[in-house]
C-alpha cells in the first residue's frame, strides 16, 4: 500500500495491501481530522492489493476508486465491489488517457491502454502510473510483469523513483525496462 499526499490536503492510496495493517498506519500517519480518501487505485485485485481496502471503506470516506477492470473472482475482490457500490462511490476504469490532477500533482495512467476485461494473468493488467509533482516523479508498476513491461517500452518511463514491479520478484523489472 502506498499513500501519496499531493498537498491540499488530498490524499490518494494506491492498494490495500493483504490485511488491515493499512488502516492502522493511515490512523497513525493521517491527522485525527483528516479520514478522506481522494482517490483509492486498485492497481489489480489481487488479495495482497485489495484485502486491506474493505476495511478503509468502512472507517474513512473514499471520494473516488480507480480500477483495472480486468475480471477477476475472488471473495476479498467481490467484498470489495460490493462495498463500493453500497456507498455509491464513483469507479472509474483505467486506459492510458484518464489522468488526473489533485493541486500541482499529475497522476498519468501508462497502463492499461484500454479496458482489459478478461485475462490470463491479472498481473499484467496492472494499472502503470507516473506521479509528477514538478521535478519530482515516481513510477508505480504494481504486479506489472516482463509481459506488461515490454509493452510500456517506448513510454517517458523516467522517473525519480521506481516501485518494483511484482513486489521485486524474477517475474519483472527487466534491464529493458529499468534503462
Known amino acids: ?101 489533485l493541486g500541482e500533482t499529475t497522476v498519468d495512467v501508462l497502463f492499461p491502454f484500454e479496458n482489459i476485461g478478461e485475462t490470463d494473468n491479472v498481473n499484467n493488467a496492472s494499472i502503470v502510473m507516473k506521479i509528477t509533482n514538478g521535478e519530482d516523479s515516481i513510477l508505480l508498476s504494481g504486479d506489472a510483469e516482463i509481459e506488461e513491461e515490454s509493452q510500456l517500452l517506448g513510454l517517458d518511463l523516467d522517473a525519480d523513483i521506481l516501485k518494483a514491479g511484482h513486489h521485486g520478484s524474477r517475474t519483472s523489472s527487466t534491464t529493458e525496462f529499468l534503462s
Open 1 to 101: 500500500s502506498i499513500l501519496i499526499r499531493p498537498g491540499e490536503g488530498k490524499n490518494v492510496l494506491i492498494d490495500g495491501g493483504p490485511d488491515k495493517t493499512v488502516l492502522y498506519k493511515l490512523e497513525k500517519y493521517l491527522p485525527w481530522y483528516d479520514r478522506t480518501i481522494d482517490a483509492m487505485i486498485l492497481t489489480h485485485p489481487h488479495a495482497d492489493h485489495v484485502n486491506g481496502l474493505v476495511p478503509i471503506l468502512d472507517r474513512m470516506k473514499v471520494k473516488a476508486v480507480l480500477l483495472a477492470g480486468s475480471e477477476y473472482e475472488s471473495e476479498a475482490y467481490a467484498a470489495f465491489l460490493k462495498k463500493i457500490s453500497d456507498k455509491k462511490i464513483p469507479v472509474y476504469i483505467a486506459d492510458d488517457g484518464r489522468d488526473f490532477k
